[in-house]
C-alpha cells in the first residue's frame, strides 16, 4: 500500500511539474545576538532578507539605526517596488535615494516632515519616526494625525511602552527594537490567518504557507488545486520548485521539494512544525536525513509517527527531488 501510495505521489508530483501555467534560511550564526531578546525575530528577519549582518559574523542588536536604514528595511519587508526617483531632498545622494523616493511614493514620508527639504539619512532614528512610518505604511496616517502615531502604534501592536507608561518617543531606536517593530509591522499588515488544523482545501493551504515566518516569494494554483510556490518570485515556472497539496484519495499532506534551496528548507521547517508541533525539528531532522541521501531502491525514505500522525520522507531516483507526506 504504501508503495502504491509513493507512485500516485510521485505521477502526481510529475504532472504538476510538467503541466505549464499561467543555506536553510538557518538562523543567522550571528556572535552578538545568541542569548538577545530579540533573536528570533532577528533570525527571520535575516531569513527573510530584508536586513542583514555584518562581515564580523556580528548584527549589532544594542547599535542604533539610521533613518535610511529604517526606511530600507521597512520597504524591503513590505515587499514594495523599490524607484529611483527624483525626490525633492537637497541630500538624497547615496545607496538610500531610491528608498526615500519610495518612500515619498508610498506616503510613508512626507517632505514637510523634515527642515530645510533634507532628510538626513543617516540621523539616528527615533521610535517618534518609526510609529509615523509604520502607520503610514498601513494605511492609517489619518489615525495616526488624530490620535498621535505612537498611540496609534501601541494600539496596533507595533511598539511597546515601557513601565513608567511611556513610548519613548524621542529615544532612537535600536536594530534590534527595528527588526521587532518592523516584524509587527507586518503582523498588522497581514494578520495570521486562521487555518483549521489540517487544511484540506486549496484555499486553506494557500492561508497556511502565506503565515509561515519564512515564506517568502509568490504562490500559484497548479493543476487540481496544488499550491506552487517559488521562492525567487519569478515569472519563470520552473522557479516553482516546493510544491504542497491535500491528496483527498489518500486523505493526506504531500509537500514535494524538486529543490533543496535554503529558501524552501525553511519553509519546509516551518510547515513540519504546522503539522508536528511537539516534535517538528524530528520531522524536520528526517527530512534532512532523506534529503541528503543516495537513492537505492529499497532504502530511500523514513517512515514512522510524530504527534500521533504518520510522517513518510522519500527520495527520488534523480538525486534531488524528496517527497514528504504527512497522513492522519
Known amino acids: 500500500m504504501q508503495k502504491f501510495k509513493k507512485m500516485i505521489v510521485a505521477a502526481t508530483v510529475a504532472a504538476i511539474l510538467l503541466t505549464g501555467m499561467n543555506t536553510v534560511n538557518a538562523a543567522a550564526a ?104 509604520t502607520i503610514r505604511s498601513l494605511g492609517k496616517d489619518a489615525e495616526g494625525v488624530k490620535s498621535g502615531y505612537l498611540a496609534i502604534a501601541k494600539k496596533l501592536e507595533i511598539m511597546k511602552g515601557y513601565p513608567d507608561g511611556s513610548m519613548g518617543g524621542e529615544k532612537n531606536a535600536t536594530r534590534a527594537e527595528s527588526v521587532v517593530m518592523i516584524t509587527n509591522t ?16 486549496k484555499e486553506q493551504l494557500n492561508a497556511l504557507i502565506q503565515s509561515l515566518p519564512n515564506f517568502k516569494g509568490t504562490t500559484t494554483y497548479g493543476h487540481n488545486g496544488v499550491i506552487l510556490i517559488n521562492t525567487k518570485g519569478s515569472d519563470d515556472f520552473f522557479d516553482n520548485t516546493l510544491v504542497v497539496e491535500y491528496n483527498t484519495d489518500l486523505k493526506q499532506t504531500n509537500i514535494v521539494i524538486a529543490d533543496p534551496t535554503a529558501d524552501n528548507k525553511a519553509i519546509v521547517k516551518d510547515l513540519l512544525n504546522k503539522y508536528y508541533p511537539k ?20 532504502n530511500n525514505s523514513v517512515i514512522t509517527k510524530y504527534d500521533g500522525r504518520s510522517f513518510g520522507a522519500y527520495k527520488a531516483n534523480n538525486n534531488k527531488k524528496v517527497t514528504i507526506e504527512i497522513g492522519v
Open 186 to 201: 507586518l503582523t498588522a499588515k497581514n494578520p495570521a490567518v486562521a487555518v483549521v488544523a489540517y487544511p484540506k482545501t
Open 30 to 133: 550571528f556572535t552578538d545576538t545568541k542569548t538577545h531578546w530579540a533573536k528570533s525575530q532577528i533570525d527571520s528577519a535575516v531569513g527573510q532578507g530584508w536586513i542583514n549582518g555584518y562581515d564580523d559574523q556580528t548584527f549589532k542588536p544594542n547599535a542604533n539605526m539610521t533613518r535610511a536604514e529604517f526606511l530600507k528595511s521597512l520597504v524591503a519587508a513590505l515587499k514594495l517596488k523599490v524607484e529611483d526617483t527624483d525626490t525633492p531632498f537637497a541630500d538624497d545622494k547615496g545607496w538610500f535615494r531610491s528608498y526615500i523616493a519610495t518612500g515619498l511614493k508610498q506616503s510613508i514620508i512626507k517632505v514637510g516632515d523634515y527642515k530645510e527639504s533634507n532628510f538626513e539619512p543617516n540621523k539616528m532614528i527615533t521610535r517618534e519616526e518609526i510609529a509615523r512610518m
Open 279 to 298: 516534535a517538528f525539528e524530528k520531522a524536520y531532522a528526517s527530512y534532512i536525513k532523506v534529503n541528503d541521501m543516495k537513492f537505492v531502491e529499497g
